[in-house]
Nanobody, 121 residues
Framework: QVQLVESGGGLVQPGGSLRLSCTAS????????MGWYRRAPGKERELVAI???????NYVDAVEGRFTISRDNAKNTVYLQMNSLNPEDTAVYYC???????????????WGQGTLVTVSS
């Protein structure tokens, strides 16, 4: 019914930047918060950043000041601008919309398939 598709991952050198995108499609009526999670090798998945439909944001301490989350509600798209990347940022990044109201009147918690970000020289 609703899908999230991420793009923008890849290989980048330490100190570099990447911009991730995630677009929702399907039988969507409205989307509340959207967020980015990541799972590094051998670690638990963690919340990286979240943004409400009104634009309020929150970040995990490890990325505060380096990453910026934003969204385009008209396009049902959320972005994650990542600057000053370091090897500890290497992970699979997942997009999440935990509270999607569909046109059928149901609520869904939707995840993307993930995009790999590798920070290495």
């Amino acid at each position: 019914q609703v899908q999230l598709v991420e793009s923008g991952g890849g290989l980048v050198q330490p100190g570099g930047s990447l911009r991730l995108s995630c677009t929702a499609s399907g039988t969507i009526f409205s989307i509340n918060a959207m967020g980015w999670y990541r799972r590094a090798p051998g670690k638990e998945r963690e919340l990286v950043a979240i943004i409400t439909s009104g634009g309020r944001t929150n970040y995990v301490d490890a990325v505060e000041g380096r990453f910026t989350i934003s969204r385009d509600n008209a396009k049902n798209t959320v972005y994650l601008q990542m600057n000053s990347l370091n090897p500890e940022d290497t992970a699979v990044y997942y997009c999440n919309a935990p509270h999607v109201l569909t046109s059928l009147g149901t609520y869904l918690d939707v995840w993307g398939q993930g995009t790999l970000v590798t920070v290495s020289s």
